[in-house]
């Protein structure tokens, strides 16, 4: 096996290999989720080493039932981003400048947060429902790129 076969890579390459495999990971991360509607993961990312890391759950203290009784989701359910940027923002760690890898397309209020929060990257894998969160996004200048990770 080759041991340094990326060395080869241009930098738009080697870039695009991570954000791939940051993608596969806020993927896995997903899979932590109670929520049974919908499972998204979100990794942080800020010069190539994880900030933080979120899911989309109920918060601190709460049971992790994301759903109500007719299936509808609680209105307290935090979402990934929200998740990642309020856990780095308790840490030592800063998020400006960094890269938000999710595996759905941050909403409105998740986009609102990521501009505050300095996010420069938003790489994501599915787009969500209702597009506003990216169409601010794209107002605020934020590098906004959807990979398929199959």
């Not at 080697?14 to 940051?22: A, E, H, S």
């Not at 923002?89 to 505050?116: D, F, H, R, W």
Request: glycine share 6%.
């Amino acid at each position: 096996m080759c041991e340094n076969c990326n060395d080869s890579l241009s930098k738009p390459d080697k870039q695009l290999l991570l954000d791939i495999r940051y993608l596969r990971m806020a993927s896995i991360w997903a899979e932590n989720s109670y929520c049974q509607r919908r499972k998204v993961g979100a990794i942080l990312v800020k010069d190539k080493m994880i900030i933080s890391d979120g899911y989309n759950g109920t918060p601190s203290g709460f049971e992790n039932v994301c759903e109500d009784e007719e299936g509808k989701t609680k209105p307290y359910v935090l979402h990934a981003e929200a998740n990642a940027i309020t856990k780095v923002a308790k840490s030592a760690n800063n998020s400006a400048g960094s890269t938000l890898y999710v595996t759905t397309s941050p909403c409105i209020e998740c986009a609102k947060l990521i501009i505050q929060a300095g996010i420069s990257r938003v790489v994501y894998t599915e787009p969500y429902r209702i597009d506003d969160g990216i169409k601010l996004l794209q107002k605020a200048k934020i590098e906004i790129i959807q990979l398929q990770i199959g």
